[in-house]
């Protein structure tokens, strides 16, 4: 089936550092997802993207919609202990698709 | 609200032996889906569901089945449990129109 290819598939980094990743895929994806799995817990929704050139914005976070709708990028500045954990992309390709794919995901490690 | 709840936490299996991971959702969901959870793989699609009475496989269904006889509750079957069934469960759910899904705590699963 369809796979996103995400990068880096970990980091590790001093805190306060900014931090940067990415998605791509292979084909047009309408929507993308951000999310994160803190250790032991289930993935929970950062930042959702719908139109391409799309920037948004949470806190410290900042995702990105590529303007081919092939790609997407998260950027997390000045990191604290707290962002530790896997990061995963997700996106659905159609609209009204009623399955979302997954990255591989990005283990963030920061060192205090 | 409870959200996604999944039992059990844990559970180490023998070669051959059934269970049923439980997972309810008390958000009124109408979508419902199992995902595994392997190292450094993201997460695949086992099974899911539109609505209580209708089922579809995803990407990885061998050796797993499921049910839907309520809009509350997706629970997922190992029949003959396998050293490559081992991994990490997730159960997720999301309201229909809405692209977000909500995630369960998890279940890692032993087989031995």
């Known amino acids: 089936g369809q796979q996103l290819n995400q990068s880096p598939q970990s980091m590790f980094i001093q805190e306060g550092e900014d931090v940067s990743m990415n998605c791509t895929s292979s084909?047009?994806?309408?929507?993308w997802l951000w999310y994160k799995q803190d250790p032991g817990e289930g993935p929970v929704l950062l930042i959702a993207l719908y139109k391409a050139g799309e920037l948004t914005s949470n806190g410290r976070l900042t995702a990105q919609f590529g303007i081919t709708r092939k790609d997407s990028f998260l950027n997390i500045s000045a990191s604290i202990p707290s962002d530790v954990g896997i990061y995963f992309c997700?996106?659905?390709?159609?609209?009204?698709?009623?399955?979302?794919?997954f990255g591989q995901g990005t283990r963030l490690t920061i060192n205090p | 609200n409870a959200g996604v709840t999944q039992t059990p936490k844990f559970r180490i299996l023998k070669i051959g032996q059934s269970m049923t991971l439980q997972c309810t959702q008390d958000?009124?969901?109408?979508?419902m889906y199992w995902y595994r959870q392997d190292p450094g793989m993201g997460l695949k699609l086992i099974y899911y569901s539109v609505g209580a009475g209708i089922t579809d496989k995803g990407e990885v269904p061998n050796g797993y089945n499921v049910s839907r006889s309520t809009t509350e509750d997706f629970p997922l079957r190992l029949e003959l449990a396998a050293p490559s069934q081992t991994s990490v469960y997730f159960c997720?759910?999301?309201?229909?129109?809405?692209?977000?899904?909500?995630f369960g705590p998890g279940t890692r699963l032993t087989v031995l």
């Open positions: 084909s047009i994806f309408n929507t």
């Open positions: 997720a759910s999301r309201l229909t129109g809405a692209d977000e899904q909500f």
């Open positions: 997700a996106g659905k390709e159609v609209q009204g698709a009623q399955k979302l794919v």
């Open positions: 958000m009124n969901h109408n979508y």
